[in-house]
């Protein structure tokens, strides 16, 4: 449990740093095209036709032209780095999956064209209790009761056998052939992925925070 807080927190602490120096490397990239003369910054408002708005102009299509397709490109990047390990097959994401979303709700969504959804109930059932779960990751449910996540569900799979293996392995939705899909997801430590989230969970951080931050300037930039 203590090793699994630790992660969360730590994670916590490196997202604020690299969301700090995301914002000053965004506002030094932002400073370099601006146009001399211009008085005020990217968010005040300036007469159309002039340089104040062009820069803001100029500004908006580095945000979508060439920061979040750097952005999208990285993303990609890690993904692919992804192939280089392999599941160990310790089976905890197939015992335990969490979800945001009850079985009621789930289904909703499956009938909405929610491809995940549609997957997620192909595979998985609900947990009779809680208590269920904790006995499969006792960690991870003591980490979210103290991180006060009482909103999740907890769901495993009826095709996992007593000796913890797929008994319907060649048709694994893709969810399953995915998972973990992004380095930020908590895994178990004898996780075979467990060495990719560490190396690209920096990166990774750094790409979410810099989504947020250029949403946040699209949306603040007065054009
Ligand atoms: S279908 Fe197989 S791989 Fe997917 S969760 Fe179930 S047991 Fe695991
Ligand atoms: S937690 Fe990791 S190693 Fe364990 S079954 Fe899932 S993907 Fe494989």
Known sequence: MKDL????????????????????ELQKRIDEIKPSGVEGDIFSEFPTESSGRKWQTDVLNMLENDISKDIYLKFNEILAERKNYHCNCCATCCNLACS?????????????????????????????????ARKVYPEYIALLEQNKEDDVYFYHCPKLTADKKCSDYENRPQICRDFPDNPLTLL?????????????????????AMIEIVEYYKEKIPV
């Not at 560490?198 to 979410?208: F, K």
Request: glycine share 2%; proline share 4%; net charge negative.
């Open 188 to 208: 178990p430590s004898v996780c075979g992925f467990c060495e990719w989230k560490n190396e690209n969970e920096q990166m990774t951080l750094l790409l979410h």
């Open 100 to 132: 945001e979303f009850s079985p009621d709700e789930l289904k909703s969504r499956a009938e909405n064209g929610d491809n995940f959804a549609k997957q997620f109930l192909s595979i998985f059932v609900p947990y009779k209790t809680k208590e269920e």
């Open 5 to 24: 807080n630790s992660i969360l927190d730590n994670q916590r602490a490196k997202f604020r740093e690299v969301f700090k120096y995301s914002v000053n």
